[in-house]
């Protein structure tokens, strides 16, 4: 019987080597997600080590400019290791440990997953080792070093396009390759059952910050909460919380790159059709014999032609709608929010923000917006100087 | 009857795999003809896809040769229908599951009967996601092959009572490639299959010497090399029939050696 099904996608579509490995990772998560042992170890490293609860921070100057809805970001950014990927580890890393594993392996787009599982692995006394795609070796150079300082081996990923598509399929060649010792910390919603669940359970302590803080703040739930979606680990985190609730809208801003008509972008659910790849059922970018197209970002982390299976229900039940954001409207919005606030967000999150910055103005002044602040920008100043024409290199 | 079953009882069997079009379906046609008269018994098509990720580098390569020539999966199925009467063997097809899904479960299979394919091997789709498959190959009878691996231990008679055509054992942990050494248990693996069914077991993943397939064949009931044979097309490009149908003789008669 498939498992792991959300509406039509989801499910386990890997190979016979792997299936007692996730059958495995399965029965251990069920019995230590709510095993209070592991439940206050968990809760212990979240706020002493990874800094939460993060901040729902009001931002007064971008509110009044815009001059629309009100406007908190959920400050993701503040997170140890600079973005909401850590949570993730945390949680697969400890549980790693209870499963005996003593290696973790990751695949990485912008690095941060991949820095966060090296954190974790520093930490924990865990062996780790990262794929990441070439091109994106290049890109993000520093987080390579960054990896590597952690005592992480990185391989730069040189098959297909050389990005995150390749380091997910490399990474689980490498799992198959090695089950019994090592672990599959999978960065985000996606994957075969249990990854989209486990991970979106993992950060889905965002939502649930974000109300008891804004309740807290304002008495009430926001009107809308966006996050960029690439697999869709933080957007994950960010709605789940909200799904019941009828009255918040739930807005998934997608890398369009260059355009949604132009060939190089990377918006799943605006260009996707129905595939099976990469372990799920869901959205793919792909050609009409299923072969999955080489898409494109700016954006390392959203760099990727598919989309988790709870969001690709989400989009067919209408619960949450997803927005094309292009390469041009994200990098704006990077430069406005770190001119305005004083925030230099990831160029992932800018996504959102460039949505919040479309969409807050057309809105009244007692509506709220939440959006989720993934990742701090630090990692892409030299590539949008370049992108705007200067010559800087890390 | 099963026509893949039949493809065992001349002795052991040898299943030689080529990635079709690779380096193009012209070559991939020639060879289909000739290595089916060097004594291949079934031969796997490997329908290329972008993102093989059970294959290792030999066959990704192979994929992305095919890929970048122009192959599509109807000029597979056209090649493969054109000649059919002149492949005196078994053909299954290789491939992974988005291909078969984009293009259609349905229309695939009912391709696959009208070509002559007797069976089809997904190795990203397990046992718990047969459902996604058997349906459609049992409408147009196309016998779906199973897959055990050296991980399977408890789950290998639930797989293998369910098997049909033939149970591919995957010899080795990882992705195809050729290796120096096999270290799993294959007699153990076979046995388990045969407490439980009388489907014949195939063994694949890591074979490239005529050694390693002999002594295979001492416990299994047929011997799968790609990667070995992909090299020698990638070495030879259109001139790889000759060294290909040599290889597959060789094997053969390793096989049949015991």
């Known amino acids: ?394 | 009857m099963s026509k893949i079953k039949d493809a065992f009882k001349n002795g052991k069997a040898f299943i030689p795999f080529i990635t079709a079009g690779d380096p193009d379906l012209a070559t991939t046609e020639k060879l289909l003809v000739e290595m089916s008269r060097s004594g291949a018994d079934i031969i796997e098509i490997g329908i290329p896809f972008s993102d093989p990720i059970a294959e290792g580098v030999v066959i990704q390569e192979a994929d992305l040769r095919s890929l970048e020539a122009g192959t599509t999966t109807d000029k597979i199925f056209d090649m493969v229908k054109r000649v059919r009467s002149e492949i005196k063997c078994e053909l299954a097809v290789m491939t992974y599951m988005n291909p078969i899904f984009v293009y259609g479960t349905d229309k695939f299979m009912a391709k696959c009967s009208e070509c002559g394919i007797s069976a089809v091997i997904v190795p990203d789709t397990p046992f718990e996601e047969k459902g996604e498959l058997a349906p459609y190959c049992d409408k147009y009878g196309v016998e779906l092959v199973s897959l055990i691996a050296p991980t399977s231990h408890d789950r290998i008679k639930m797989i293998a009572k369910n098997s049909q055509g033939f149970v591919y054992c995957v010899s080795s942990m990882g992705v195809t490639g050729v290796r120096s050494e096999i270290t799993t248990d294959i007699s153990e693996m076979v046995s388990l299959v045969r407490s439980v069914c009388d489907t014949p077991c195939a063994v694949g993943f890591g074979i490239s010497t005529p050694e390693q397939a002999k002594s295979m064949a001492q416990y299994a009931d047929g011997v799968i090399v790609g990667s070995a044979i992909v090299k020698i097309v990638a070495q030879y490009g259109r001139e790889c029939i000759k060294p290909v149908c040599d290889y597959v003789k060789s094997m053969k008669e390793a096989i049949l050696s015991n």
């Not at chain 1, 109300?211 to 008495?219: R, S």
């Not at chain 1, 709605?239 to 799943?268: H, M, Q, R, W």
């Open chain 1, 1 to 394: 019987m498939s498992k792991g099904k959300f509406g039509i996608h989801g499910g386990q579509f890997v190979p016979e080597t792997l299936m007692n490995a996730i059958n495995e990772f399965e029965e251990a998560y069920n019995k230590y997600k709510d095993d209070p042992e592991f439940v206050s170890e968990l809760d212990t490293l979240m706020r002493e080590y990874a800094g939460r609860p993060s901040r729902l921070y009001y931002a007064e100057k971008m509110t009044n400019d815009l001059g629309g809805a009100k406007i908190y970001l959920k400050r993701e950014d503040l997170n140890h290791t600079g973005s909401h990927k850590l949570n993730n580890c945390l949680g697969q890393c400890l549980l790693a440990k209870k499963m005996g594993k003593t290696r973790v392996i990751a695949e990485t787009g912008a690095g941060q997953h991949g820095v966060a599982t090296a954190t974790v692995a520093a930490l924990l006394g865990l062996e780790c080792e990262i794929f990441m795609g070439k091109e994106d070796t290049i890109r993000q150079a520093l987080n390579v070093y960054r990896m590597k300082l952690l005592g992480a081996k990185v391989n730069a990923v040189e098959t297909g396009t050389m990005t995150l598509k390749d380091a997910v399929n490399e990474a689980m060649r490498e799992w198959t390759n090695r089950v019994s010792d090592t672990h599959y910390v999978l960065g985000s919603v996606m994957g075969p059952h249990p990854f989209p669940t486990v991970v979106r359970d993992f950060q889905s302590v965002i939502g649930r910050e974000i109300k008891a803080q804004l309740l807290e703040k304002e008495g009430r739930l926001p009107d809308v909460v966006m996050a960029c979606v690439g697999g869709g680990s933080n957007a994950m985190g960010a709605f789940y919380e909200f799904i019941k609730e009828d009255s918040v809208a739930l807005i998934g801003c997608e890398a369009a790159g260059l355009g949604v008509d132009n060939p190089k972008n990377a918006a799943t659910i605006a260009n996707g059709t129905l595939g099976i790849f990469h372990g799920m059922k869901s959205y793919f970018c792909q050609n009409e014999y299923g072969q999955i197209a080489p898409v494109y970002s700016i954006s390392a982390g959203l760099d990727y032609p598919g989309i988790g299976p709870e969001h690709a229900n989400l989009a067919d039940t209408g619960r949450a709608q997803y927005v094309p954001v292009t390469d041009e409207e994200a990098v704006c919005a990077f430069e406005y929010l770190s001119k305005t606030e004083g925030i230099i967000p990831a160029i992932e999150s800018s996504h959102a923000v460039a949505h919040c910055m479309k969409i807050a103005p057309t809105m009244g002044k007692d509506k709220i917006i939440v959006v989720n602040l993934s990742g701090r920008g630090d990692k892409d100043v030299a590539a949008i100087a370049r992108y705007r024409g200067e010559d800087i290199y890390e």
